[in-house]
């Protein structure tokens, strides 16, 4: 028996009020690093204490890319007194934060599909921080968007909106729902470690949803087929969070930079480039694609060398901002929300029977491949 076709019927996206330039972002942590080197200055001038060196915009746009980023706190994140975004806790009688981020994103994307929530029937909330362990967050989403059936967490860091996908899909295929969501919301700048100099620029808050269901139901005025799903990991600590809920067995480690993101650039950069080219290649190899015949490739955006390396190596040529459109210029590193962004913001224009390709790729190693052909 022929799996059904299942399509992408509605995808939406919430971006935060508040946003911060480079210019910004540098005066705070300037503001920051000789606030400390001054009050430090004996210990540094001992060689007890590094000096923390200044952050400049120059090096942000040429390393990154990245001209501004969306937050859902700009003020504690500026102030030099607190680097943090300040986000007050809210009663369990209260909905959550991710929650209402996620339904915003939701409604959007249930619009777009010409669905209300009550007729989708699984959830899935996937992205690389959850606020809280359980009750799920997708649960507490799926109850405020009145869905039906049920809902689950999932975490594999910047490729969790693919790996979401792909469980989508494959829950559609098996029959174990007929209509999903699948939500990022993307609270990066609570991971984020302010006080770094080398990350400190690097990420956003964002939130995209996508429900997915079969053709044959679909109810949308713009569909996307999914042609194959396609995921890979290798384990790697070039990026990495412990934080967890172990921390507290070992005081000595609260609060400890490692508690918060850290990479190792270079390292990500060098070996996820041709990781990510390769299974881009072997994906569309096995679904007998030819890279010229791809009209589009929405992929993770995390910094744009990387991007265009990524892309070169796949198409042979510089990419276009068409093949190849951007948008962490605008919203820096979103994690698994940023391939998403780039796929709803750029998607409309494009004919009835063209190819494209959402890639995602990040911490863990993961990648994740979804090749999508436009149906109307
Ligand atoms: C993070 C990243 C932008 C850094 O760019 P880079 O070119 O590798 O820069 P480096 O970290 O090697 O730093 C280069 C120099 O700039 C300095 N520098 C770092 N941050 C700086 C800042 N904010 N302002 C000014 N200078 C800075 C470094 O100290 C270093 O100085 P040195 O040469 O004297 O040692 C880049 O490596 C990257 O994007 N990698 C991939 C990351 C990724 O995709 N991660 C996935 C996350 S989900």
Request: some cysteine.
């Amino acid at each position: 028996m022929n799996n059904p076709t299942i399509v992408i019927s509605g995808t939406g996206l919430f971006t935060p009020a508040e946003l911060i330039t480079n210019e910004e972002l540098v005066e705070s942590f300037n503001k920051y690093a000789e606030r400390f080197n001054s009050s430090h200055h004996d210990q540094i001038g001992r060689g007890d204490l590094e000096a923390i060196p200044l952050s400049s915009v120059e090096f942000i746009e040429k390393a990154s890319g990245i001209t501004k980023r969306y937050v859902i706190d700009k003020r504690g994140i500026l102030d030099p007194e607190v680097m943090a975004p300040q986000i007050a806790e809210r009663t369990n009688d209260q909905q959550s934060l991710q929650c209402e981020i996620s339904v915003a994103a939701a409604q959007q994307a249930l619009e777009g599909a010409n669905r209300q929530g009550g007729e989708i029937d699984a959830v899935i909330v996937a992205c690389s921080n959850m606020q809280r362990p359980y009750p799920a967050m997708a649960i507490e989403v799926q109850e405020a968007i009145g869905a039906q059936g049920f809902a689950y967490d999932m975490n594999v860091a910047c490729s969790s909106a693919t790996f979401g996908m792909q469980a989508a899909y494959n829950a559609i295929i098996s029959g174990s729902a007929s209509r999903v969501l699948v939500v990022n919301p993307e609270i990066c700048s609570a991971h984020l470690d302010w006080e770094d100099r080398d990350c400190h620029f690097i990420f956003g808050d964002v939130c995209t949803a996508i429900i997915l269901e079969r053709e044959s139901e679909a109810l949308s005025d713009h569909r996307w087929e999914i042609l194959g799903t396609k995921l890979s990991t290798q384990y790697s600590n070039n990026i990495r969070n412990n934080f967890g809920f172990l921390n507290r067995c070992d005081p000595a480690g609260i609060g400890k930079p490692d508690k918060l993101f850290k990479q190792n650039g270079r390292k990500v950069f060098k070996e996820v480039c041709p990781m990510v080219a390769q299974l881009i290649t072997d994906h569309l190899g096995e679904l007998n694609i030819k890279t010229s015949d791809l009209s589009r490739m929405w992929l993770h955006q995390a910094n744009l060398s990387m991007n265009r390396l990524i892309s070169k190596k796949v198409l042979g040529k510089e990419p276009t901002e068409q093949e190849a459109p951007v948008i962490l210029n605008h919203y820096a590193n979103t994690s698994s929300a940023g391939s998403i962004i780039a796929f709803h913001l750029y998607n409309a224009d494009l004919k009835n029977g063209d190819l494209g390709i959402i890639c995602s790729f990040g911490a863990g190693y993961s990648i994740g491949s979804i090749i999508i052909k436009k149906q109307m």
